[in-house]
């Protein structure tokens, strides 16, 4: 056995030792470095810059009282096709003949890509009862690492929590790594097969036996084992998963020691854990309690994220213990660099100090830290726009601001960890802004302008990077201010580059809108370019309270869209004021697009009127036609024959109808267009699934408008297996009613898709949204196969399964013995042994398998472990 132990070391630790040294230091006997010594560990880094990073392997390791080995270095293969002896920067001795040693080493990787680091070292310890003939099996620990610009970069979670603990036969036995993810990612768990050589399952490794279960919950880590039957030393294996965007961004895999004693101790329990919320800037605080059923004095300890940090880390203090009671309290006074998307794990351990055998509970606290919301939002409005202010959110750190918007008020208490605005409310988003100091936006709904006598109402939340949102801010709300005098009209009478004419029109002041005034009075017009009234230019004044209309002459109404504001002012001599606040209104500005045998009529308008609709007039030779009437912003003129010119204009038609007037109408310019289609459609939204069972992605996608699928003649579709790279397009779907496709990959189930729409005369559009998936794992074996030779389930062979590279299953029998192996994904065993030929004995067998897949990641191994029932009667031994 030392022998073994000997080839094994020296494989390690001497390649290219000379032969005939090696042959005199074996037959010189042992030596210390070929006893039993790994008990758990793990791997994990962190990323220094965009290829270089700084990686740690951490081993516990026994101390005796049998003979052990020691490293000072350990064989680390970065998965790039180099390898390092990594040296030891710390030992640490702990009780019970535990030591954990720590190896740092900076590496830097020669691009992006999905790399696995091992790192392999014999031996086991001995007597890990799941393994067989544990001190002889190969100790290995595995971290998938992806360098990838669209992941951004990223470093592993830290375990906190040590992989070597003790449980008691029979009673419930709970243990959590307390993994702490520095960048915020969302973290999975799930309870895996403990390695040896290269990574790979060890060959007859089975759970632990367990009463009722052997679980890892999936979402906290948490490791339940219901109960443990059996005495003696285990190992479990827990694959820790980092998800960013919805992507799998890097695995740990973590093997760790749990020694069963018998005792009849019972372990303490704690009361005090659950779910909580916390505003940045607020201390939280709880109480933690444990009691013990045997009496026992207990000693409450906690782990986690917050307990390490460096400014205003968490504190636990047990601040009472009696026996079969202990009380302790957790505080934390957190800070807006605290804040993010996923909440912070501690563990609370209870630890029973029993003569015979300690044994513990442990617990879970969660703790999200909450933005607050942001402060004294106020709305300011104008007779034309609401501008909005707030104060910057206390957190720095914040990306940037969300503003919603509803029509009158909306009743919205938050419970105390509900941030954000819930779609369901009937907010909605109008607007976002970035830069934590950005603390000003203007609704003048986008462009299309507000209505009078309307109640808009907003509230602000603050955003982060990571998508975390702040509470929401206190509600608002605001009307547009009436103008005086109340502009009814802004309309083009003659569209010309130098000789165009603008009307504009007021109504007369009512009395009560003089404020009291007695004149005289005048009126002081002011005009600007676009929309909203920048810059404006005085241009005339009117005297009196009569004149009620102006033509502007002599400007561009064929290329400026103009807007005017009109002022009313009391000029009495020593007493010369504004009254009221003046209004702000825009002319109505066509702009045409091309489209295949088509135009597209686009218009603006900042009016403080509401518009019925809209009535687009063609223009002919000797008179008007009206082509359509609408109550949006647009509308498409089809059946237009290509090269032939096309005039145009508008007709707004609307009112006031708070004081009943109607109609109120103005016309746009004119405006001629060609129809000659360069107006690429708009992109579809696209949404994808995979259908595990028929090896199929199925794309389905629909337009933004109504107007953007009419003008889509057909589409494309476009595919890159990997998260990187470039897209291809792989089809087209036609016509342009045919919005779905079903696509067979054929090397992988995973991929990223975009979509296209093309238009008859090719004008293609931008790509949809781009949809990965990577959810296909369906490479398994039947647990029953009869190689009798009657023609019937006589090969052992996968179910259906998606196209893999290559797999590498070995079968062993009962024994440990291997009756056969192979690399070939379709299998085809026919049950004989694959050195001798003939059907091997009726039985239970156990294989282990690598299943080497295309993920979105790159090739990445899957570890499959299981049992083959085999039957048959014995007549078909030694067929041929």
Known sequence: MIFDCSIRFLRFRMR????????????????????????????????????????????????????????????VQFGDGTRAYVPRIEEVFLPNYYKRNRYVWEHSYPGPGTYQIVVEDPNRNRGVKNIPNSVNVVFSIKTILVISPNIGRNSTPVLLNPP????????????????????????????????????????????????????????????????PTEIGKYNVAMTIEEWRGGIRIGRIQRDMQIEVYVSDNKPPEISGEGKFCVVAGEEFSREIRASDPNGDSIVLTATGGPLTFDNNPAVFNQVLSTPGLALATLTWTTECSMVRKQPYLMIIKAKDNDQE???????????????????????TPTSSHIELTWDPSICANAAGYRIYRSINPIIFNPGECETGVPPELGYQLIGTVSGHQNTQYIDNNRGHGLQQATNYCYRVIAWFEDGAE??????????????????????????SLDQGKMRISWRKPETAELEGATGPFKYLLYRSIGMFGIDPVL????????????LDQNINTQLIQWSYLVELWNVEP????????????????????????????????????????????????????????????????????????????????????????KGLVSYSQISCAIPVDTVPPCPPILVARSVCDSLANRLTWNNVNDSCAEDAAFYRIYYRSTLDGDMARIDSAAPATNTAYWHYPENTMAGCYAVTAVDSVGNESEYSNIVCLDECINYSLPNVFTPNGDGINDLLRPYPYNRVEKIDLKVFSRWNTLVFQTEDPEINWDGKHFRTGKLVAPGVYYYVCDVYEHRLTGMEPRYLTGFIHIFHDGASQGRR
């Open 16 to 75: 290219g030792f000379p032969v005939f040294l090696l042959i005199l230091l074996l037959l010189a006997g042992p030596f210390p470095a070929l006893a039993t010594h790994n008990r758990a560990g793990e791997i994990t880094y962190e990323q220094l810059n965009d290829l270089t990073f700084r990686i740690t392997v951490i081993t516990y390791t026994s101390t005796g009282p049998e003979l052990v080995a020691d490293r000072d270095s350990l064989d």
């Open 164 to 227: 070597i603990d003790k449980a008691a036969l029979g009673h419930p036995f709970i243990h959590n790594p307390a993994a702490f993810d520095p960048d915020g990612d969302s973290l999975s768990y799930k309870l895996s097969v403990c390695t040896a050589e290269d990574g790979r399952e060890i060959a007859g490794y089975t759970y632990p036996p367990f009463s009722d279960s052997l679980v890892v919950d999936e979402r906290t880590g948490d490791l339940i084992w219901s109960a």
């Open 357 to 379: 055998l300690s044994l513990i509970d442990s617990k879970n606290i969660e703790v999200s830290v909450l933005a607050p919301k942001p402060e004294n939002l106020t709305a």
């Open 470 to 495: 702040s509470f929401a801010s206190d509600e608002v709300c605001a009307s547009l201010v009436r103008g005086i005098p109340l502009i009814t009209q802004v309309s083009v009478e003659q569209t």
């Open 539 to 550: 241009i005339d004044s009117l005297n009196g309270l009569e004149s009620l209309s102006y």
């Open 574 to 661: 020593g007493n010369r004021y504004r009254i009221g606040v003046p209004q702000l209104a825009s002319s109505l500005f066509v702009n045409l697009s091309s489209l295949n045998k088509a135009l597209r009529i686009s218009y603006s308008k900042n009016v403080p009127w509401t518009i019925h609709h809209y009535t687009i007039l063609r223009q002919n030779e000797l008179r008007e036609d009206s082509v359509g009437q609408t109550a949006d912003l647009n509308y498409i003129d089809r059946g237009l024959q290509e090269g032939q010119n096309y005039c145009y204009r508008v007709k707004s038609t609307g009112e006031f109808p708070d004081l009943g007037i």
